[in-house]
């Protein structure tokens, strides 16, 4: 199937966690990709307003440098921006010979800003074509469990990434909660309590800090 006749269909509102990730083919730096072909993993699908600008190159270079701790997670990178596929395959370029470092993932051209739209990454009554920061985890099942929005000047944090993508792994079975500031390794919080019985003597027991499953 042509990657231009093959568009998600636009969502009648924004996407919500817990919507299914809207499947669509399109050319990308790495050949034709279609989203639905990362299921059985987990995905962070990120937009970036526009190649060759300067936050966005910092973003790129930390998420390469970061890249084989994403697949430790078993989770893979895939990006995308409304310019060109030669846009993009120029700006890999320029950042391997500016910093020494190789873009692993990825990026995907959206130039009739189709998929930026049916992501609410374009807004319908935007002004240019420049999309927001946003980025969308999905999990293997390709269903959206986390999505962050920053403005075009605002650059995203690399570690915050990660550590979202392992909490939401952690906390995927529903025998867990994940607390504040959480970081791997460390102790998850018990679900509430659904009835007296559950309630023990402890003062904190709203609150009680259990090993991970």
């Not at 300067?54 to 995308?80: K, N, S």
């Not at 946003?134 to 915050?160: C, F, L, M």
């Not at 998850?188 to 800090?209: G, Q, S, V």
Request: with cysteine; proline share 8%.
């Amino acid at each position: 199937m042509d990657a231009q006749n093959f568009r998600p269909a636009p969502f009648a509102r924004p996407l919500r966690l817990g919507d299914e990730a809207p499947d669509f083919l399109a050319r990308t730096t790495h050949g034709e990709i279609r989203l639905s072909g990362y299921r059985r993993r987990w995905l962070v699908f990120f937009s970036h307003p526009a190649d060759f600008t300067p936050v966005c190159t910092t973003e790129f270079v930390a998420l390469a440098r970061a890249a084989e701790r994403f697949a430790a997670l078993d989770c893979a990178l895939l990006g995308l921006s409304v310019d060109s596929l030669y846009a993009h395959l120029a700006w890999v370029r320029s950042i391997r010979e500016a910093y020494g470092v190789t873009i692993p993932f990825p990026i995907v051209e959206d130039p009739s800003m189709a998929i930026g739209r049916a992501y609410g990454m374009v807004d319908e009554a935007a002004p240019d074509a420049a999309t927001v920061r946003a980025s969308y985890v999905i999990d293997p099942q390709g269903i959206i469990r986390a999505i962050t929005w920053y403005p075009h000047n605002v650059g995203r944090s690399v570690e915050e990434m990660l550590r979202l993508v392992a909490a939401l792994q952690a906390a995927a079975g529903g025998k867990a909660l994940v607390p504040e500031g959480w970081q791997p390794g460390q102790r998850l919080l018990a679900p509430p309590a659904a009835a007296m019985a559950e309630m023990d003597d402890e003062p904190a027991w709203f609150c009680r800090a259990v090993d991970a499953p």
